[in-house]
């Protein structure tokens, strides 16, 4: 049975590395799922306060990244505008995989700022640092998702 929850622990590694940069999959919290399933053997028992904080780190990292492109729209001199158009880009973008996620937030600040009435380059620069966030928060998951994989093989060795 160790050796099962392994191998399915191993794959949950792989997934969720893989969803760091396929806007479908929830990489961190697969990751995660493969860590609950290595504790659950007897090659590894994790405590409880790691599992916890582990837990806090994903549902974290799980909702600032809707936030974060945002953020990056509006701390590159972003008004209301690009910052609500930034959200709906978002929304939208989620039925337009994989490009919509990553264009979404882009398009709808830069053409939400247009509509506030900014200039195209300040528009395209709220864009910007909106498409900024997005990398910035999918780094973050992978850092996550490279960390647990560490924590997974670690404990294996």
Not at 115 to 137: C, E, I
Request: net charge positive.
């Amino acid at each position: 049975m160790d050796i099962l929850l392994i191998i399915l622990g191993a794959l949950c590694m792989i997934i969720g590395l893989a969803g760091c940069f396929l806007p479908i999959i929830p990489g961190p919290p697969v990751a995660y799922a493969g860590l609950l399933l290595l504790h659950f053997t007897d090659k590894a028992q994790f405590t409880t306060a790691q599992l916890l904080t582990w837990l806090f780190i994903v549902i974290l990292l799980q909702v600032l990244d809707y936030f974060i492109p945002m953020l990056g729209s509006k701390y590159s001199g972003g008004s209301r505008w690009g910052t609500r158009g930034c959200l709906i880009g978002t929304v939208v973008g989620l039925f337009f995989m994989p490009w919509g996620i990553i264009l979404g937030p882009f398009l709808g600040a830069f053409l939400g700022e247009l509509l506030g009435g900014r200039a195209t380059g300040q528009a395209l620069k709220s864009g910007l640092g909106s498409l900024f966030g997005f990398l910035f928060g999918t780094v973050l998951k992978c850092v996550v998702c490279g960390y647990f994989i560490w924590q997974f093989i670690n404990t294996l060795i």
